[in-house]
């Protein structure tokens, strides 16, 4: 398998795992239940491993900023179609933005 498959494979599936892990720490915030503290730490956790074997793949500067936008993305969208919460004109065009870069990045 590619280097560059592993990497963006091992990718998504850090953000997707920090992704579920920032909504359990969310809804422990708001319902105060012990639980989803622990099962977003956790989840956390295991996501935390995968981005760093994804560095392995590729370097640094490149790997923390598809990291960061991926991950803002998604943590947007549950924010906004699960929590409810609203997006401003200047948090689209900042949205807007982070995926410039990172199509630039990969150019």
């Keep these: 398998m590619p280097a560059k498959l592993i990497f963006f494979s091992l990718i998504i599936l ?22 989803w503290l622990l099962i977003g730490l956790l989840i956390y956790f295991v996501g935390s491993i995968f981005w760093i074997v994804s560095l392995k793949y590729d370097y640094l500067s490149r790997a923390i900023t598809i990291f960061t936008v991926l991950n803002l993305i998604l943590v947007v969208l549950v924010g906004v179609l699960y929590f409810k919460e609203d997006l401003s004109l200047i948090n689209k065009f900042g949205i807007a933005l982070a995926v410039l870069s990172v199509i630039l990045i990969e150019l």
């Design 14 to 35: 850090a953000v997707f795992l920090e992704v579920v892990g920032d909504t359990y720490l969310k809804k422990w915030s708001l319902e105060s239940k012990n639980l």
